[in-house]
Structure formats: structure tokens, C-alpha cells
């Protein structure tokens, strides 16, 4: 199974682009990147994904590096609602399945 | 606004219960999932249903049972609750096949077992 490493804390000042790195060295060819992010007290939200190329959406951005052993979520003007857990997932099990690391917890700080 | 729901929020068991967790999604998803969540650990999976009426274990499924009697619905049981079950439990669905893109969850039940 892919591993993935993420600092286990982070802050950021309000309305500067947070930046969260994600090591995920033994990745597969096929294997997708995915970020999910956890709100104190709700369930994981889904963020973004990608395999290869940068990704953005309404909610962030994703680089992925050219050899894929590192991906970094972009959230271009932190909120203090950005205040939560962010999961890097590269491993999706038999049938699918999401396999969690412990994350890194995000503090937007006014 | 789709949604999985959580039938409790909080819930205070005693040693030996048996306990019934209930998970609703109005999604028509075809894949539903029971998740643990322990501090400094994330999700670990308990259980995942891909139909109705069919269960496979998940990484950790020890002293749990599921039921999956109608599509919307899927229950946790812990047959005799123990103290080292006292967690956050989420419930996820999903569609057949998807991507990890294409999970929701519930906002969770916190179980306490005393």
C-alpha cells in the first residue's frame, strides 16, 4: 500500500495562501492523489484530486511533482473556517476503499 | 442537499450493551462504510456493504457486526460493548466504482462506553 507523510500540525495567517505538503514516495502509476479535509465535529469533506497534471477547483489547488513522490494543496486565501484536518490519501484498497492517514491539522489564525 | 445521516450525535453505553448505530443516505449509493476514529490515528475502515444484504470485513471488524436490510441503510452492532470501542464512528456511501473522490459522510456518532 502507498504511505503517505504529512506534518502533523500547521498554521497560517488569515487570507495568505496556506500550503500543505504531502510525501507519498512509493506511489503507483495509476494511483490517485486525494485530499479530504475534517471540520471539528463533522465528517470528512472531499477537496480535490489528480493524478498528473495541477488541479483547481473552487476550493484549492493541486501540484503534483513530476516524478509523483509529493503533491501540495494550495488554499489561495485562507479563512478561519479553513480551520481543520487535512488528509493526503494516494491508496484506494479493494472495492475502493479510502485508506486514512493521521493528517495534518491546519490553524488559521486571525 | 444530499446527506448521510447519523441517527445520534453522542451516545453514553454501558459495559456489556449491545449498541445500534444507524446510518440513512438519500443518495440511492450503492456502497455504504462504517469508519472508526481514534486521535493520532484517522479512519480505519469497520465494515463496507456494496448491496443490499452484502458485507465485507474491513481492517477492523472485531466485536462488530452490520446489517444492510434496505439500500438507504446500514447498521453498526457492537454485540457486547467494551470500553476499547469507546470512539468517533462514521458512516460513508458512495457509488459503485467511484473514485476516492466520491465519498460522504455523516457527521459522526461519538460513543462513550463506561
Known amino acids: 500500500d502507498a504511505k503517505t507523510t504529512q506534518p502533523p500540525s500547521m498554521d497560517c495567517a488569515e487570507g495568505r495562501a496556506a500550503n500543505l505538503p504531502c510525501n507519498h514516495s512509493?506511489?503507483?502509476?495509476?494511483?490517485?492523489v486525494y485530499w479530504y479535509r475534517q471540520i471539528h465535529s463533522q465528517g470528512p469533506q472531499y477537496i480535490i484530486h489528480g493524478l498528473k497534471n495541477n488541479e483547481t477547483n473552487e476550493m484549492a489547488s493541486l501540484i503534483i511533482t513530476e516524478d509523483r513522490k509529493s503533491s501540495t494543496l494550495i488554499l489561495p486565501h485562507a479563512t478561519l473556517r479553513d480551520t481543520a484536518v487535512y488528509y493526503c490519501i494516494v491508496r484506494v484498497g479493494n472495492n475502493y476503499q479510502l485508506i486514512w492517514g493521521a493528517g495534518t491539522k491546519l490553524i488559521i489564525k486571525p | 442537499d444530499v446527506k448521510v445521516t447519523q441517527s445520534s450525535r453522542y451516545l453514553v453505553k454501558r459495559t456489556g450493551e449491545k449498541v445500534f448505530l444507524e446510518c440513512v443516505q438519500d443518495m440511492d449509493h450503492e456502497n455504504m462504510f462504517w469508519y472508526r476514529q481514534d486521535p493520532g490515528l484517522g479512519l480505519r475502515l469497520i465494515y463496507f456493504s456494496y448491496d443490499v444484504k452484502m458485507k465485507e470485513k474491513g481492517d477492523i471488524p472485531e466485536g462488530y457486526s452490520v446489517s444492510r436490510e434496505k439500500k438507504e441503510r446500514f447498521s453498526l452492532i457492537l454485540e457486547s460493548a467494551s470500553t476499547n470501542q469507546t470512539s468517533m464512528y462514521l458512516c460513508a456511501s458512495s457509488l459503485p466504482q467511484t473514485g476516492g473522490e466520491g465519498y460522504t459522510f455523516g457527521s459522526g456518532t461519538r460513543l462513550t462506553v463506561v
Open positions: 512509493t506511489i503507483s502509476g495509476n494511483e490517485y
